[in-house]
């Protein structure tokens, strides 16, 4: 995994795993401030927006390219969330990543109930009165604010109510974790695999340890540590039995399932 990175803006143009979302009056100085340190503990690049309340209404290009080059998009959904046009920029901004990026949004919903965000109930329902006064010429804009809060209430995330704050943020830090390594257990080489007999490569198919350096095909080497139970190249699912005698590969993309 990357460093931890600093959010200042000449980080912009770093790609990063994790991109904070939250309201700053609610969780900046305690819940998200406490998330953003244990990430970067465990290095994971972790964007947290540190002079977002010293900004405007209007989400400039260089935080959208932050949300676009992060794996992972956070939304820590607390009180006052709903009450910030900013916050909810930034969360139509972050499902549409998620929609047209494949990212992952993980909301966290911190002192709320589900639900009230679903439905803008309790407190959402209130902030969302005086936005739509405050925003009566624009009430498109606060229809897909109403939208995007449906939606990520939708997805399947933690509910902070009752829960030990420790306890709960080693959760989110394991599960981040876990992902980032199943992801970055992809390795690949800009070739197209060439196999001569499928069928019988399968037939004889078996687990394998894999050696820590191999070149395949005069491509790069690559290095891969610890045991494969599983591999997929080209879409192909397959385990073979890999010695020094296979024969040379031309891989386009090689996924590994560790044990």
């Not at 990063?16 to 998330?35: E, I, P, Q, S």
């Not at 790069?220 to 879409?235: M, N, P, Y």
Request: charged residues 30%; aromatic residues 8%; contains cysteine.
């Amino acid at each position: 995994m990357s460093a931890p990175s600093s959010s200042s803006s000449s980080s912009f143009q770093t790609r990063y795993d994790v991109f904070l979302n939250f309201r700053g009056k609610d969780t900046r100085n305690g819940f998200t401030a406490h998330l953003y340190e244990a990430l970067c503990s465990k290095e994971i690049q972790t964007f947290m927006d540190a002079d977002k309340i010293l900004k405007g209404q209007e989400i400039s290009p260089a935080l959208v390219t932050a949300m676009d080059k992060s794996m992972f998009c956070v939304v820590v959904l607390s009180k006052n969330y709903a009450s910030s046009p900013w916050c909810l920029d930034e969360l139509v901004q972050i499902l549409s990543c998620k929609n047209d990026k494949k990212q992952t949004v993980l909301p966290i919903f911190y002192g709320v109930n589900p639900s009230d965000v679903r439905e803008q109930r309790g407190r959402f329902g209130k902030a969302f009165a005086r936005l739509e006064k405050k925003f009566k010429e624009k009430m498109e804009r606060v229809q897909k604010w109403k939208q995007a809060l449906t939606d990520v209430a939708n997805i399947s995330g933690w509910d902070a109510r009752n829960r030990h704050e420790p306890t709960l943020m080693k959760e989110i830090i394991e599960h981040i974790s876990s992902r980032l390594i199943n992801n970055r257990s992809r390795v690949d080489v800009h070739e197209r695999i060439s196999l001569p007999d499928i069928p019988t490569l399968l037939a004889e198919i078996s687990e394998f340890q894999l050696p820590t350096k191999r070149k395949i095909n005069e491509a790069e080497e690559i290095e891969i540590k610890g045991k494969a139970s599983r591999v997929e190249v080209s879409d192909i699912p397959i385990s073979p039995s890999i010695d020094d005698d296979l024969p040379d590969l031309d891989i386009h993309s090689c996924l590994v399932h560790w044990t």
